[in-house]
């Protein structure tokens, strides 16, 4: 590492300093396309992205509980693993994992301390300071090659060719289902948007790409071809063969790379986590190359999975089902898992969006899935006001449809009266669905947690 002035900031004592610094960066919504300022940072580091493999994550939706996934495969071949990933759920460290679990505060702060001292340099030098997202993920592969790991699954920010992540040179690219989102900064349509996204696929890299719309399948093949990726491609040369819904998820066979596996019960819910399980599964495999894995492995791996957030059920009477759906892609998908998987009735949404996204596009997509919205907001700047956002709910749902309750926790209680009075003259179970935003979903997680 380059030698430091001899003035250097004090050391971080806690995890709250940490957040504090950490978050009087640009924040993550505040972008200017760049890797240089992430390339300069990682230098002074001595560029640890590159002491051990990488599986790189882009795509709309799905990427978290991709990355989870793989990460689950590849510790069960007892391969030590670094986990990087965005937004966090409820707290600042879940972004940073190594063999699975978060960093303790400790660790956080650590990791923290050994990056810190190297963010005034870049920040002297460059025309615009480090970002937020910039110094948690160098912080990520700081801590990675310390651990160190024998493989690292890292999941872009935002796009793919300038995310901060992308100083890091993937040996497997994985392209989850591209649709328009963060149109502001990566392009309005479907074609823009996956050459952003394809600029995480690398000379020789291995390209694992989801089921695509045609527009997107082809700038991705273009851009494996003009590097000289191998392609791997759902539908193709791997996918999913039969899904039967089941008690606490579903059972799937997928045929993998190399060979066909049956009866593989994975505890999470909808088609969606089906496809993302045969894109995991197919981004292991070209990782490990001739190395098998056996029925018994990925069996036991995908049994283990768990994507907090993501359709996941944490209180009875009535069902409370949390899930980060924030665009109308994800929204569809989740409305279709839960059509698929469940038989709420009434389903009650609760819904707290963020200002800057198609929240339009996410009411539309359940609107005819729930019998009535409470429409509120998380405690972020960026949330939109529950009135904005029920003048749109209104015209979608209707007046008598919509609830406005300003704040999360009595919106949650409202929600729940109403499927429990539903209930009472329906045919099915009462529930209520808590959508919208990742933040949304992980405070109504730490208001919840720990109920019954």
């Not at 999941?155 to 328009?180: H, Q, R, S, Y």
């Not at 406005?404 to 009595?410: E, G, N, T």
Request: negative net charge.
């Amino acid at each position: 590492m380059t030698d430091l002035p001899a003035a250097v900031p004090r050391p971080a004592e806690t995890f709250a300093e940490v957040e504090d610094a950490l978050l009087s960066r640009w924040p993550e919504t505040r972008l200017e396309p760049s890797l240089d300022r992430i390339e300069a940072f990682v230098e002074l580091l001595g560029d640890p992205q590159r002491s051990y493999p990488v599986i790189h994550l882009t795509g709309t939706n799905g990427k978290t509980s991709t990355s989870r996934m793989i990460d689950t495969l590849l510790r069960s071949l007892n391969l030590r693993t670094g986990r990087f990933t965005s937004p966090h759920v409820e707290k600042m460290s879940e972004r940073i994992c190594i063999d699975g679990e978060p960093l303790s505060d400790e660790a956080f702060v650590a990791a923290f301390n050994e990056v810190a001292p190297y963010t005034h340099l870049v920040d002297a030098e460059q025309d615009h300071p480090l970002s937020f997202f910039e110094t948690v993920v160098a912080m990520a592969y700081s801590a990675f090659a310390d651990a160190p790991v024998d493989v690292a699954i890292v999941e872009v920010g935002m796009g793919g060719a300038w995310d901060a992540t992308n100083v890091a040179d993937g040996t497997v690219a994985v392209v989850l289902p591209i649709a328009v989102d963060h149109a502001a900064y990566l392009g309005d349509t479907r074609s823009a948007i996956a050459l952003e996204k394809a600029g995480i696929i690398k000379a020789g890299a291995h390209a694992v790409l989801a089921q695509q719309e045609p527009d997107a399948a082809a700038v991705l093949l273009a851009r494996a071809v003009e590097v000289g990726a191998t392609v791997a491609r759902e539908g193709v040369e791997f996918g999913v063969t039969s899904r039967v819904p089941a008690v606490g998820g579903q059972m799937v066979s997928l045929q993998g790379l190399r060979q066909q596996y049956d009866e593989v019960f994975l505890p999470l819910y909808g088609a969606h986590q089906a496809q993302n399980a045969a894109v995991a599964l197919a981004a292991v495999e070209a990782f490990l190359g001739d190395q098998p894995l056996s029925d018994e492995v990925v069996r036991a791996a995908f049994a283990d999975v768990t994507s907090p957030g993501r359709l996941e059920v944490v209180r009875r009477s009535p069902t409370i089902v949390l899930d980060a759906a924030h665009n109308p892609h994800g929204a569809q998908a989740t409305a279709a898992a839960i059509e698929d998987s469940f038989a709420f009735d009434p389903l009650i949404g609760v819904i707290g969006v963020m200002a800057d996204k198609d929240y339009e596009g996410v009411l539309a997509a359940f609107e005819p899935h729930l019998a009535h919205l409470v429409v509120t907001r998380n405690s972020t700047d960026r949330s939109m006001s529950p009135s904005l956002l029920a003048e749109t709910a209104r015209e979608i749902f209707g007046e008598d449809r919509v609830t406005v309750v300003a704040d999360l926790a009595s919106a949650i209680d409202v929600a729940a009266t109403l499927a429990e009075a539903g209930e009472a003259v329906s045919v099915g179970t009462g529930a209520v669905l808590v959508t919208g935003s990742v933040v949304t979903v992980g405070e109504a997680r730490a208001l919840l947690k720990g109920t019954s």
